[in-house]
């Protein structure tokens, strides 16, 4: 590929995460990065293994609670000057890496738990990120997925805003336009695809598309409310899926006891009635 094809790449990616961290800064991104900061939260700390990666959004320390030894942040980003190019001051135990989303630096089959914050929304090829994931995921590892959800409230208000832009308006969108965004039910069919299983599923951010934060802090309300009536409409999706392969071979404890069995003496009935071995 030459650098004339390049460029224009970097550049589209580039003005992506500049859309992305920019509407990050407003209230609704603030309350959007809360919640999402807190369902990581929760749903990392119980995942075990060794090799955990964070591919995008460096403003979510999405790996902070989680016990893995060896952990990577990485971005697909153009790098800028400086040390901290990945939008963060690096944490500690945690390593910060440059590396296409589609094109990992990892061996097949090397991580236990990779963590994909809205970098399919932003992702070129977001198919071929996913079959990327899926290469440098061992058998029984997991990925975790966030992503807006085009049924939400907010998701609608984002369509009002495009088909505006459609008559010529020029009022400001209220979702970023960083990409497209990919339905929950839409991206359980890709997963299907490349022999993952769902394990685990949540929506939030059921406010309003307000853009004050202190509006939205009134409806927090409806949080809980939301997940328990209405659970597919929230602004956000988290998605965990694991890995399945099939035709897997019994390994360890499991693969001794079968061997144990297999030989047992076995006792059958001549036609006088007598056992022989």
């Not at 119980?46 to 999405?62: T, V």
């Not at 910060?96 to 070129?124: I, K, Q, R, Y």
């Not at 299983?197 to 409310?225: N, T």
Request: hydrophobic share 45%; aromatic share 10%; charged share 25%.
């Amino acid at each position: 590929m030459d650098d004339q094809r390049l460029t224009p790449l970097a550049s589209r990616a580039q003005s992506r995460h500049d859309a992305l961290r920019r509407w990050l800064t407003t209230p609704p991104g603030r309350y959007l990065l809360a919640w999402e900061q807190q369902c990581m939260d929760q749903a990392v700390p119980d995942l075990f293994g060794f090799h955990a990666l964070q591919l995008g959004l460096p403003e979510l320390d999405a790996l902070r609670m989680n016990r893995m030894p060896h952990r990577w942040c990485a971005s697909d980003e153009p790098p800028s000057d400086g040390p901290t190019h990945l939008g963060m001051s690096l944490r500690a135990a945690v390593i910060g890496l440059h590396c296409e989303a589609d094109a990992l630096p990892f061996a097949n089959a090397s991580l236990d738990l990779v963590v994909l914050p809205h970098t399919l929304e932003l992702a070129a090829d977001p198919h071929r990120t996913l079959r990327e994931v899926e290469r440098v995921l061992m058998p029984e590892g997991r990925v975790v997925i966030l992503g807006f959800n085009p049924l939400s409230l907010w998701g609608m208000r984002q369509r009002v805003g495009l088909w505006r832009r459609r008559l010529g308006s020029r009022g400001p969108l209220f979702l970023p336009q960083a990409g497209e965004t990919i339905g929950y039910w839409r991206l359980r069919d890709w997963l299907r695809l490349l022999s993952f299983e769902v394990e685990a599923g949540r929506f939030g951010c059921f406010s309003p598309p307000l853009r004050r934060y202190r509006w939205l802090q009134r409806f927090a309300w409806m949080e809980d409310r939301g997940d328990r009536w209405w659970p597919v409409f929230g602004a956000v999706y988290l998605l965990v899926a694991v890995k399945r392969v099939r035709g897997m071979r019994l390994v360890g404890l499991a693969r001794r006891e079968r061997v144990k069995a297999s030989k047992a003496t076995a006792v059958v009935a001549n036609k006088e009635g007598l056992e022989v071995e």
